[in-house]
């Protein structure tokens, strides 16, 4: 027996291994349409067009922006897209790279428009309606910078801390709201202009409910460490809708926690397109500017 | 005339207490007649005719009959038959001793076999399936250690979670509905190694028996499952040590008498130890886990007798302090961090019960039950250190009482009383990292479980016999009182001695779930009772099935068919993050589910060759409101098709050959079908949005795998027995998908690949005993 065993146990320790992965065929979902939009400062809407795509297609980037090759077979220029509403019913105007915009139009608050999109090139249509809600304002702005730091290593590291005082009024119902900031120029000196197309690389946003609002004037503090001394922020409050709302923090939710990436289930984002993706949305943002001094 | 009215008055006395003194009691156990220990669920009948009793949890038989004299035959699988005649003309205790057999005796071990499946197919305990440990330690394992979790996926209606892992799905049900008792103790967390390994050392344990519907009343608490450990007792004649060296892990078991044929112990004792043997050679593996299991017993005269076992064990990961691994050379001293992380979470169980005998049809046993599981997270970093611990903690008061009125009837009762305490998520932390960490307050939640039963089991005929029970169970949380009534009912019908049909229902209660998304077993996964708003689990099962002995080749076949309809079972919403969440209340919802199912199991459970088929032809389904879109969905673990086939070949008495085959359909997921492009909320940019299917529309493959297992034994006979157990985990090397990636291929672009998780795992362990 002693042979035996002698004979096995080289065996058994080089034979060790691992199964190479199997490939696995999964149908991907129908291309459909996806629509974004936005109010121009109450004086118009702004909508764009783009389709989905197969979830095996890595995105192109030229640095951080999209491949415009990419992005032509993305966006959409041969639609048609109706606006209707209590006040108007107009077919928005092709401006080329999927962007359709109606100008000159005031949208009233609290009432429903409807968007309707054709696509005569792939035969795809969506209808999407939102209400306009009414605009947040804000009460007051201010900011201050705080410095925390670490002691290691008898060397002590400092950052800064930008944090952002803001109170609006609640308005009547439930409500939620974002707040976005964005730095417009850093060191007195102003910041390029995002291209449209970047990737990812969002600017900070906050989401807030008033269902837990005990008093009728919403207090926070936020806090940035991407804002420095001398750095002019716009900061951006607007009123959104619920579906909105879960669908941003659906984002953050998902992509918050490695757990939540190894473990949860995978998260199916809500839209108000109907047959299609994306959001219609029309809200106005109230805006301030301020120079962190 | 006086003379004649005595006599008249006697002849009635005589006569009366005739009529009642014609019925005597033969009571005792059925044990080993080597080691003294209880056989548990052996059979007892009167021959001819074969009416009788099987013995309970402790070995007790009761046989109430008319003064006569009769032929009692006891029968369990792996003993020699044991006939003997009984005069009965009074009340009578009889202890029996049953003789293991050894292969070398076939037609023994087919005549024990024989009488233990005709027997079986007269009971009217459907779903369940009986294990013993010394059956079980051929079957082929990872790491040449049999691991009873591993070997309960094998069986029918039970499936696994990921591959690899300790996780069991019963019918359709979800982990958390598993109600696993180590000797009475409810035992939480039964998993090493994040699920790789079980907590249930083999050498500790006795038998066990999964139990899938039909539930008799005396178990509740959970919806799909009772799978019940039975410790060793001790022998009770003589000392005895046994264990194994493995490549991952060793044990050691001593048991023996304390008091010879009166009081015996048992101690166990099992630990990983690559953390000591890879630290030799500096090669640091901060991780073991360890196991001790504990069980003594003695006898207070003939009707009393006490039973003590307790289980303890943890897994712990420990990193070193990381100050003396930077570079030597570095006087900067950058590298000293201070650092470190480590978890230890386990389990701690005792139970004390004490068997009484009020006469000798009326049996009772009553347990003081104590549990823990807990775990505590700790890490440290230069000045700052962090603490993260939960735990449940039970107290347990539990009594049943068997009352066996006759052969023919058998009522039982009892009731049992669970004091919970639930301590989530304590949270300390010390330095600079208290600003940005909130230390928690220790939170003490109690919730009290209260349940009582009657259970009455009736020969109503000769080929009809019925269980009928109510269980009544409650708990009590804060600002809520849940109260319901569970009834259950089985029946077996006897067309002959080799066939009958069974057919069973039960409604179980469960109120308490696991605060997890996900089978793997983490350091954070935790108890939590119901509350108000979180309603207890319940679920409906009817069963029926058909079983058949097949006398001549030794086996018997059971065909059975289920379905279960749930209620308020919890799943958690989408991208729901429950670690150290306090507010998980908020990331539940409620809905409901069905499965249905269709079983067989041919078993043979003696002789040179033995094993068994087990195949699974199961659909498990959920609705909730508020996921999929509301749409019905199949649960992850939806396994149509679940095969598996399981051979022991004694080739001779000192070579062993078995091999486990099994073909699972794959778990389900819900794989990302799309993606769009959309203007991130400030519109400064673009950003990728996933799409994906609907949940758990896409299976991932099915996987085929083969086990197999040489055991060398020394010669047998002698004193000292010893094992070289050589197995081979995945032995074809086969895939076992456990998930699905999106890989990049230069060629093809991206594809979806599946990688598994084990592939080709030899081992080899030296068991010995003596």
Redesign the interface.
């Known amino acids: 027996?002693k042979k035996?065993?002698i004979l096995?146990?080289p065996?058994?320790?080089l034979?060790?291994?691992?199964?190479?992965?199997?490939?696995?065929?999964?149908?991907?979902?129908e291309?459909r349409l996806?629509l974004?939009s936005?109010l121009l400062f109450n004086q118009g809407v702004l909508v764009?067009v783009?389709?989905?795509?197969?979830?095996?297609?890595?995105?192109p980037t030229n640095g951080?922006t999209?491949e415009q090759d990419f992005l032509d077979l993305?966006l959409v220029d041969s639609a048609r897209v109706v606006l209707e509403g209590p006040n108007i019913q107009d077919t928005l105007l092709n401006l080329e790279q999927g962007f359709y915009l109606n100008l000159g139009t005031e949208l009233l608050e609290n009432e429903i428009y409807r968007l309707s999109v054709f696509d005569s090139a792939t035969g795809l249509s969506v209808f999407a309606q939102t209400e306009v809600l009414e605009r947040a304002e804000f009460n007051s702005v201010a900011y201050r910078f705080r410095e925390q730091s670490?002691d290691?290593?008898?060397t002590v590291f400092k950052d800064t801390s930008f944090d952002l005082f803001i109170s609006f009024d609640d308005l009547e119902g439930d409500n939620y709201y974002?707040l976005?900031?964005?730095r417009i120029s850093q060191d007195g000196s102003p910041q390029p202009a995002?291209?449209?197309?970047?990737?990812?690389?969002?600017?900070?946003?906050f989401t807030f409910t008033d269902a837990l609002l005990s008093g009728e004037t919403f207090f926070d503090t936020l806090s940035y460490s991407g804002i420095g001394f001398g750095d002019t922020v716009g900061v951006?409050l607007s009123h959104i809708s619920k579906e909105y709302y879960e669908f941003?923090n659906?984002?953050q939710?998902?992509g918050?926690?490695i757990?939540?990436a190894l473990?949860?289930?995978?998260?199916?984002?809500p839209s108000n397109v109907e047959g299609g993706?994306?959001?219609f949305n029309l809200y106005f943002p109230s805006t301030e500017v301020i120079v962190a001094e | 005339m006086k003379t004649r009215l005595h006599s008249l008055l006697l002849l009635l006395l005589w006569s009366s207490s005739g009529l009642w003194a014609q019925n005597f009691t033969i009571s005792g156990h059925v044990q080993d007649a080597e080691s003294g220990e209880a056989l548990l669920g052996s059979a007892v009948m009167v021959l001819p005719g074969k009416k009788g009793v099987y013995t309970n949890n402790y070995g007790f038989f009761s046989l109430t009959l008319p003064k006569g004299k009769y032929q009692l035959l006891s029968s369990f699988i792996g003993y020699e038959t044991d006939t003997q005649t009984v005069i009965l003309d009074q009340n009578r205790p009889l202890e029996i001793k049953l003789k293991a057999v050894g292969t070398q005796v076939e037609e023994v071990v087919i005549s024990a076999a024989k009488e233990a499946y005709a027997n079986e197919v007269k009971s009217p305990q459907m779903s369940s399936i009986n294990l013993q440990m010394k059956n079980l330690k051929l079957v082929p394992t990872i790491g040449g250690e049999v691991d009873i979790m591993k070997v309960i996926q094998l069986l029918p209606g039970v499936t696994k979670g990921g591959e690899g892992t300790t996780s069991i799905l019963v019918r359709g049900g979800d982990p958390d509905q598993n109600l696993i008792l180590l000797d009475e103790a409810v035992v939480y967390n039964v998993s090493h190694l994040f699920g790789f390994f079980s907590v249930f050392n083999p050498d500790a344990l006795k038998d066990l028996t999964i139990i899938k519907g039909g539930f008799p009343g005396q178990y509740g608490g959970r919806l799909s499952s009772v799978l019940d450990i039975n410790m060793n007792e001790g022998n009770l004649k003589s000392y005895h040590v046994k264990g194994g060296i493995g490549l991952l892990s060793s044990r050691l078991t001593v048991e023996g008498p304390i008091v010879k044929e009166k009081a015996s112990f048992s101690l166990s004792g099992r630990r990983t130890y690559i953390d000591q043997v890879l630290g030799l050679i500096n090669v640091p593996v901060p991780y073991y886990f360890y196991d001790v299991n504990a069980k003594a017993n003695v006898k207070l005269g003939d009707k009393d007798r006490i039973f003590w076992s307790a289980y303890l064990g943890d897994d712990v990961l420990y990193t070193p302090d990381l100050e003396d691994q930077g570079d030597p050379n570095d006087t900067?001293?950058?590298g000293?961090l201070n650092a470190g992380f480590g978890f230890r979470l386990g389990n701690l169980t005792s139970t004390l019960r004490w068997n009484h005998l009020f006469s000798e049809r009326l049996f009772s046993n009553t347990s003081l039950i104590f549990n823990r599981f807990k775990y505590d997270i700790t890490g440290n970093v230069?000045n700052n250190s962090i603490f993260i611990g939960s735990s449940v903690l039970d107290l347990s008061l539990k009594s049943d009482f068997g009352f066996y009125r006759n052969p023919e009837q058998t009522i039982r009762f009892g009731g049992q009383y669970i004091r919970h305490r639930f301590r989530p998520n304590v949270i300390s932390a010390q330095g600079?990292i208290s600003q940005i960490i909130e230390n928690s307050e220790v939170n003490n939640i109690f919730a009290d479980e209260i349940a009582i039963y009657g259970q009455y089991d009736w020969q109503m005929t000769e080929n009809l016999k019925i269980a009928g029970g109510l269980r009544i169970s409650g708990a009590v949380v804060p600002k809520r009182v849940y109260a319901s009534p569970e009834p259950r009912f089985s029946a077996v019908y006897t067309l002959d001695d080799k066939n009958s049909f069974k057919a069973g229902y039960a409604l179980m209660r469960q109120y308490l779930h696991l605060v997890s998304?996900?089978t793997?077993a983490?350091p954070t996964d935790l108890w939590y009772p119901v509350t108000a708003d979180v309603k207890p689990q319940t679920a409906h099962q009817v069963a029926a099935s058909y079983t058949h002995h097949f006398e001549k080749i030794n086996s018997l076949l059971t065909v059975e068919s289920y379905y279960k309809w749930m209620y308020n079972l919890t799943e958690?919403r989408?991208?729901?993050?429950?670690?150290l969440n306090n507010n998980f209340e908020s990331e539940l919802l409620q809905g409901d589910g069905r499965s249905y199912g269709f079983e067989l199991l041919l078993k043979r459970d003696e002789g040179r060759i033995n094993g068994w088929i087990g195949y699974t032809l199961s659909f498990s389904q959920r609705f909730f409101e508020e996921l999929n879109?509301g749409k019905p969905f199949w649960a992850k673990y939806d396994r149509r098709h679940d095969l598996s086939v399981v051979t022991i070949w004694k080739a001779t008495d000192?070579i062993s050959i078995s091999a486990v085959y099994t073909y699972l359909s794959g778990a389900r997921f819900?794989?990302?079908?799309?993606?769009?492009?959309?203007?991130?909320?400030?519109?400064?940019?673009?950003?990728?949005?996933?799409?994906?299917?609907e949940?758990n529309s896409?299976r991932?493959?099915a996987a085929n795998r083969v086990d197999l297992n040489?055991v060398?034994a020394n010669k047998p006979r002698k004193k000292f027995r010893s094992e070289?157990h050589?197995s081979?985990y995945?032995l074809l090397?086969?895939?076992?998908?456990i998930r699905?990636?999106?890989?990049?291929d230069p060629e093809r672009?991206?594809?979806?690949?599946?990688?598994?998780f084990?592939?080709?795992?030899?081992?080899?362990a030296w068991n010995f005993e003596f």
């Open positions: 027996m035996y065993i096995l146990l065996i058994i320790f034979s060790a291994c691992i199964p190479d992965p199997v490939e696995i065929e999964i149908p991907q979902a291309t996806v974004a936005q764009q783009s389709k989905s795509f197969n979830a095996l297609t890595e995105t951080d999209v993305l670490i290691f290593q008898d974002m976005n900031l964005y995002e291209n449209l197309f970047t990737l990812n690389q969002g600017q900070p946003t951006a941003l659906a984002r939710r998902s918050s926690s757990f939540a473990l949860g289930e995978p998260v199916n984002y993706y994306g959001f | 900067s001293g950058v000293d230069l600079d998304s996900s793997v983490l958690y989408e991208g729901a993050n429950l670690i879109e000192q819900t794989p990302q079908v799309g993606q769009y492009l959309t203007p991130n909320p400030s519109l400064t940019g673009v950003e990728t949005i996933p799409i994906f299917a949940r896409t991932l493959t040489l060398f070289w050589f081979c995945n090397n086969s895939p076992t998908p699905v990636n999106l890989t990049f672009g991206y594809v979806y690949e599946q990688p598994s084990l592939g080709r795992l030899p081992s080899i």
